[in-house]
């Protein structure tokens, strides 16, 4: 029997059993968080996932026997993700960047947009609330980190730092949850409420 080959006469690399698990489950997991950020939590049934992913319904219930599921191992691929875009960011940043920008950009974008839809429905889902807890926690100290990054060595060193980075945090996080359009009045307003902040709280 001869090798299969490519286009190109070449012989086709040989996909291992494992990654075509990983990359069917990437593809499920990838389509639920994409739904989530397009159209809301309620929208992301299994039915809908796997219509968006382009999988049959066998392999979805193969990886992820309910929604429950699908959800919860989306979320732990969700923030892994954002966390993943955090950290490299603060790896990169500097004090001379404009810090609310960047950090309103992490907050606010479509990963954060994704977040937010699960922490609302986790306000009637105990389960939900529970496994998001870890995973908040690990997000909290990444934006912390990227904070002191942006923010400068003197300033995150003031013993009211901690305060200032979840107050800047969290209403960023409630903002972001109006959706003001990129480059509104509103935003603009936000962002230099947000620049002030520091003058109130390092003095």
Same mark, same amino acid.
């Given at each position: 029997?001869?090798?299969?080959?490519?286009?190109?006469?070449?012989?086709?690399? &040989? =996909?291992?059993?494992?990654?075509? &698990?990983?990359?069917?489950?990437?593809? %499920?997991?990838?389509?639920? =968080?994409?739904?989530?950020?397009?159209r +809301?939590?309620?929208?992301?049934?299994?039915?809908?996932v796997?219509?968006?992913? +382009?999988?049959?319904?066998?392999?979805?219930?193969?990886?992820?026997?309910?929604?429950?599921?699908?959800?919860?191992?989306?979320? *732990?691929? %969700?923030?892994?993700?954002? =966390?993943?875009?955090?950290?490299?960011r603060?790896?990169?940043?500097?004090?001379?960047?404009?810090?609310?920008?960047?950090?309103?950009? =992490?907050?606010? +974008?479509?990963?954060? +947009?994704?977040? %937010?839809?699960?922490?609302?429905?986790? &306000?009637?889902?105990?389960?939900m !609330?529970?496994?998001?807890?870890?995973?908040?926690?690990?997000?909290?100290?990444?934006? $912390?980190?990227?904070?002191?990054?942006?923010?400068?060595?003197?300033?995150?060193?003031?013993? *009211?730092?901690?305060? $200032?980075?979840?107050?800047?945090?969290?209403?960023? %996080?409630?903002?972001?949850?109006?959706?003001?359009?990129?480059?509104s009045?509103?935003?603009? !307003?936000?962002?230099?409420?947000?620049?002030?902040?520091?003058?109130?709280?390092?003095?």
């Open positions: 029997m001869t090798a299969a080959r490519n286009s190109t006469g070449a012989p086709r690399a &040989r =996909v291992s059993q494992s990654d075509r &698990r990983q990359a069917a489950q990437r593809k %499920l997991l990838d389509a639920c =968080v994409a739904i989530l950020i397009e +809301g939590y309620v929208a992301t049934t299994t039915l809908e796997q219509k968006q992913s +382009g999988l049959s319904r066998g392999v979805l219930l193969h990886y992820y026997g309910s929604r429950g599921e699908l959800i919860s191992a989306a979320a *732990r691929h %969700l923030y892994a993700t954002k =966390v993943g875009e955090v950290r490299l603060a790896a990169q940043a500097s004090a001379s960047e404009d810090w609310a920008v960047l950090l309103w950009d =992490v907050v606010a +974008g479509p990963l954060g +947009g994704a977040s %937010l839809e699960l922490l609302i429905a986790a &306000r009637h889902d105990p389960d !609330r529970e496994y998001l807890k870890p995973l908040e926690r690990e997000f909290s100290r990444a934006n $912390f980190d990227l904070c002191k990054a942006l923010l400068g060595e003197k300033r995150a060193a003031h013993q *009211r730092f901690p305060d $200032f980075a979840m107050v800047v945090v969290n209403s960023m %996080l409630g903002a972001a949850a109006s959706k003001p359009g990129h480059g009045a509103e935003e603009k !307003r936000l962002l230099e409420a947000w620049r002030q902040m520091p003058d109130l709280y390092f003095v």
